[in-house]
């Protein structure tokens, strides 16, 4: 028998061995009643998906902001945002809080995250953007105004 025939053979083995070690265990069932991470200004990432962004949207410490045109945002809007246009924000700065945590919100998240790279240069630490806009916003059946 040559070489590679046995290594063959060898593999075929190992194989069969592999699989058959692989049937019918048991496996460990999964944790029941695992607590939900709850998002915090202090755990959140620069770029927010939407679910969290619905989590956190009535919290007190938190602003959502539409940077989107005056246009724009009367198509249909998150409630209880502030609107200020991208190209008005390095000017309305003082009408945002720096002690609360500010997501920026456009149509795909393309501004706000030109947004929040502004926000957090001037100072604001806690400023996040909200990925995908709301594009994912009404993907994602969350409620708008108009």
């Given at each position: ?74 198509a ?10 991208l190209?008005q ?22 501004r ?17 953007s ?6 994912a ?10």
């Amino acid at each position: 028998m040559n070489i590679s025939k046995k290594i063959l053979q060898w593999l075929v083995v190992g194989l069969a061995i592999t699989l058959a070690g692989c049937g019918n265990q048991a496996t460990a069932p999964a944790p029941v009643n695992t607590p939900k991470v709850t998002a915090t200004a202090s755990n959140l990432p620069v770029n927010v998906d939407v679910a969290t962004v619905q989590q956190l949207r009535q919290r007190g410490d938190v602003i959502l902001l539409d940077v989107r045109e005056k246009e724009e945002y009367a198509a249909g809007h998150i409630s209880k945002v502030v609107l200020i246009p991208l190209g008005q924000l390095p000017n309305r700065l003082s009408e945002i809080p720096k002690d609360k945590v500010v997501i920026a919100i456009c149509r795909s998240g393309h501004r706000s995250g030109q947004a929040t790279e502004l926000l957090r240069q001037k100072g604001f630490t806690q400023a996040h953007s909200m990925q995908g806009g709301m594009n994912a916003w009404q993907q994602a059946g969350y409620e708008i105004e108009k």
